[in-house]
């Protein structure tokens, strides 16, 4: 008796539940419209992407190379590592009392290590952080086996 009286509850609920019906109604700002216009005529006119110039920003991991608080020593490591690895952007940042100098944009910790693991006899501080990085440039150039 009970199960019964439990079952047609259930089954009552859910005919109720499932015999709702309403209507939705989408109140904006005009402008939003507008808005949404003008960014898709800046996306067609600025679609390509530009060669050295990063896409998008995202966290990823920089290696800290260097720190400290005397600035002509911050800038000398920096021209050092430069000067070493010209394909790797730095990066300088200030947090009192101490300058550091970030290297890289990986998108994986591995890529880190492995920096890391290559600079341990030229730079023996070395640390690995999460950050917000600029996206690796992308190779445009097509060559022929690419077709």
Excluded: H, W
Excluded at 1 to 25: P, Y
Excluded at 49 to 76: H, L, T, W
Excluded at 101 to 117: C, K, P, T, Y
Excluded at 130 to 136: D, F
């Amino acid at each position: 008796m009970k199960i019964t009286i439990t079952f047609i509850l259930c089954l009552l609920f859910t005919i109720t539940a499932f015999a709702q019906k309403g209507e939705v109604t989408v109140i904006k700002d005009s402008l939003i419209d507008s808005l949404i216009a003008k960014r898709l005529e800046v996306y067609k006119t600025t679609g390509e992407v530009k060669p050295g110039k990063p896409i998008v920003s995202a966290y990823g991991y920089r290696v800290q190379i260097f720190y400290g608080s005397d600035r002509r020593e911050v800038f000398n490591e920096q021209a050092r590592f430069k000067g070493l690895y010209p394909q790797l952007n730095t990066y300088l940042t200030y947090k009192e009392p101490n300058y550091y100098v970030r290297v890289g944009d990986f998108r994986s910790r591995l890529e880190a290590q492995r920096l890391i693991n290559e600079l341990r006899p030229a730079f023996p501080t070395l640390f690995i952080f999460r950050e917000k990085i600029n996206a690796p440039t992308l190779d445009t150039t097509t060559t022929n086996d690419q077709k």
